[in-house]
């Protein structure tokens, strides 16, 4: 029998040349630098821009440096993992993290100079256990409940809590740099229960400084409290979803600039007869002649499945409404009587300039807030940076990767 040719088994692999992305979430660094500053400007507190969830789903890394080019002295993430991967990128400004478990390992993240918040004795002695171990004094910020019943000491349980922070200041283990807490209500104008956190929390700030402590930083309002809340501000403030361009507070605009657009490349035109069902178990049927675009985007990259009813996208020039049922990798927009044409771009939400529907639209038909939309565009669709995305209706340009 003829030999076969199996090459050089130590010749290196031929390379896998990139192909076009399908979709990409294209990210406005100007609109999140226009937001930071527009927020800094609402108050005479430091501004902790909070980049948890990957920044929202915009990229932790690229929006921590852009916050702090715009004036933000602090970032916020919820685990020890994101803020180390903010050091690991170089970022050295300070970083607060907020949930833990009292079993984990915080040695990294102290020697790291990673400030840690603690709701219970239980974290307390954990990090300062860490602190202990790397010859380091770890800062903590303590967290009190006032009122949304989740993380954060409860009231009753504060005093001991700053007793037992006192004593660990006093060994040098821990240094409390600040007192917190988060508002359940701030985006709902005139909601008493603001007025009342501000009044438990006042109390809580008390109770630590007669117990001894000495916090430079106290802090209570989210984006909405900056923006309509002027007396949440104390000596920081948490700015997150604000600073992606989501109107935070109910009924109020506050011109926040919207910094991600969602968009992908039609992949499939065909033209159809009036009364054409589409997608799985035919909710949708066609009511005319026309042409449907299959859009490569579907539930596994964030695009709501419950919104298939009633969401639209933007196909040259005009919005085109969702046909049938979102599925995993894709969808069908209903054209009606435009032709359109493979490579022509889909635009799923966007700044809402030309008249594209936005993140709030897709998450009203989701029945949802936009921070789920926008936490959800998934990892297979890619991320790229701009001052200004392209909007062109009908624009072909080859999407990065």
């Not at 948890?52 to 715009?70: M, N, P, Q, Y």
């Not at 993430?77 to 390992?105: F, H, I, K, N, Y």
């Not at 490349?265 to 799985?280: L, N």
Request: charged share 20%; proline share 6%.
């Amino acid at each position: 029998m003829p030999q076969t040719d199996k090459g050089d088994p130590t010749a290196p692999a031929p390379s896998i040349q990139s192909a076009p992305a399908l979709a990409e979430a294209v990210i406005d660094m100007n609109a999140i630098v226009h937001n930071t500053r527009f927020m800094a400007e609402q108050t005479k507190a430091e501004i902790m821009a909070v980049v948890k969830a990957d920044g929202f789903g915009h990229g932790i890394v690229e929006t921590a440096r852009a916050t702090l080019s715009a004036g933000a002295t602090w970032l916020g993430v919820t685990s020890c993992t994101e803020a180390l991967r903010l050091r690991d990128a170089g970022v050295r400004a300070p970083v607060l993290s907020w949930m833990s478990v009292p079993d984990q390992d915080f040695t990294r993240a102290v020697g790291a100079d990673v400030d840690i918040a603690v709701s219970a004795a239980e974290h307390l002695d954990a990090v300062a256990d860490a602190a202990r171990a790397v010859g380091a004094t770890a800062s903590v910020h303590l967290k009190v409940d006032t009122g949304l019943a989740r993380n954060g000491s409860a009231p009753h349980l504060w005093p001991a809590l700053v007793d037992r922070a006192r004593a660990l200041e006093r060994d040098g283990a821990v240094r409390v740099r600040g007192v917190w807490s988060h508002l359940a209500s701030a985006d709902i104008p005139g909601d008493p229960t603001t007025g009342e956190q501000i009044a438990l929390f006042d109390q809580a700030v008390a109770q630590a400084r007669a117990a001894g402590l000495d916090p430079s930083l106290l802090h209570l309002a989210n984006s909405a409290g900056i923006l309509d809340v002027p007396e949440s501000h104390y000596d920081l403030v948490r700015a997150g979803v604000g600073l992606y361009g989501v109107e935070p507070v109910a009924g109020k605009r506050f011109g926040l600039r919207p910094a991600m657009t969602l968009r992908a490349r039609a992949i499939m035109v065909r033209e159809v007869p009036v009364g054409t069902r589409v997608a799985y178990n035919h909710t949708y049927t066609t009511p005319r002649d026309g042409f449907l675009v299959l859009v490569p985007l579907g539930y596994a990259d964030g695009v709501p499945r419950s919104a298939g009813p009633r969401g639209e996208v933007w196909i040259r020039g005009a919005r085109r409404p969702v046909a049938g049922r979102i599925a995993m990798d894709q969808f069908v927009a209903d054209m009606g009587g435009t032709e359109a044409h493979i490579g022509d771009e889909v635009v799923v939400f966007g700044p809402g300039d030309d008249g594209e529907p936005t993140v709030a639209d897709w998450a009203r038909w989701a029945g949802t807030i936009p921070h789920e939309i926008l936490t959800g565009i998934g990892a297979r669709v890619a991320r790229t940076y701009s001052a200004r995305p392209s909007s062109r209706p009908g624009h072909k340009e080859l999407l990065s990767v």
